[in-house]
């Protein structure tokens, strides 16, 4: 049994290794869908928030990593 918990805690890790990464993605993936909801025809915006706010937060968390 305590091989199975280490080898699921291992599994979980490789997704939410850092957990600032994980709230930020979260974050930008909900004003993507918020825009995409209060603006529906204008679905490239969403797009293009989705991916350079994905992009940003990946770029500095890679900064922010390097630094220490």
């Known amino acids: 049994m305590t091989a199975l918990t280490g080898l699921l805690r291992e599994f ?3 997704f939410v290794d850092d957990g600032a990464l994980a709230l930020a ?3 930008v993936v909900a004003a993507a869908a918020i825009l995409a909801k209060l603006v529906p025809d ?3 915006a969403a797009g293009a928030v989705l991916l350079f706010g994905c992009l940003g ?3 500095a968390n ?3 990593t390097g630094g220490r």
């Open 42 to 44: 204008v679905s490239l």
């Open 12 to 14: 979980v890790k490789l």
């Open 57 to 59: 937060v990946l770029f």
């Open 62 to 64: 890679t900064v922010t």
């Open 25 to 27: 993605i979260i974050a």
